[in-house]
């Protein structure tokens, strides 16, 4: 039969047929000796074939999102896949995420062909510098394409917004620990009853509350809610390739000297001389080095 996986514990995966029946399965032992170098070998967000104990097959991936997974044995961890949009959550205090985490996401999403939201949580807290920070950011990544939206979910501030986009929409909900995911859905749907995480007084970082993925019937579509990550490290991507994941980047390319400019220190590179007259961020050119650091040298983050 037909199913979707709507959790991955590792230990067990559980699954949606079709017709709605759920189901607790294990995989099919051939598939963790196929080259498949991944935490697991399927993800929240597949299609499998089942017969209600094994799957037994994997259907081809519309999309997906994948980070360097933290434990080093492994090559990857598959967030997500079959995804209609990512929202990444982000916060600009208590705690902080930075804006290096959020650029590897959004190119890695640019990469796997996943449209991405920003949501700003926690306005409440923000001072005249804050709300200031925000404002820029909004028309930072707005200027390059992206929607974002602005949130305090403790006050129910801009939740109703984000309505509209999970209707009839598979959606990845991604972003650091402490941010707020679990405080969104249950803001969405106060049913779910998902942990909310208590921040850390002595870190200002969050503390683990979603520790595998699950993928939740949420305002007339699925949001698949994924644990905290500190850090995104990318996959198996060449320079050309994490260049084309900046859309501002990926515009002037073309009118560089060389072909296979890597627009670090070539002459004649139209991305520099936009850096240079504050066409592109320099936070986002920063990105872009750091992660053309993880594809040439193997650093992992």
Known sequence: ??????????????????????????????????????????AVGDWVQTDGE???????????IIRRSSNLSKHAHILAANIDVALLLVTLTQPETALECVDRFLMTAEAYHVPVVLLFNKADLFDE??????????????GIGYQTVRLSVKEGLGVEAVRPLLAGKVCLLAGNSGVGKSSLLNAL????????????????????????????PVAGGYVIDTPGVKGFGIVDMQPAEIAQGFPEMRRLASQCKFPDCSHTHEPGCRVLEALMENEIAASRYDSYCSMLEDATAGKYR
């Not at 510098?129 to 707005?142: F, G, I, K, N």
């Open 189 to 216: 749907d106060p049913q779910l009853e998902a942990k909310v995480g208590q921040i850390s007084e002595a870190h200002l970082t969050g503390m683990h509350t979603t520790t595998f993925s699950e993928m939740y």
């Open 54 to 64: 094994l799957i037994s097959a994997i259907e081809p991936r519309d999309n997906y």
């Open 129 to 142: 510098a804050l709300r200031q920070r925000c404002d820029d950011l909004c028309a930072l990544y707005e």
């Open 1 to 42: 039969m037909r199913a979707r996986v709507i959790k991955n514990m590792g230990s067990g995966v559980w699954v949606q047929s079709e017709d709605g029946r759920l189901l607790e399965v294990r995989v099919k032992g051939k598939f963790r000796i196929q080259g498949i170098r991944t935490t697991s070998p399927v």
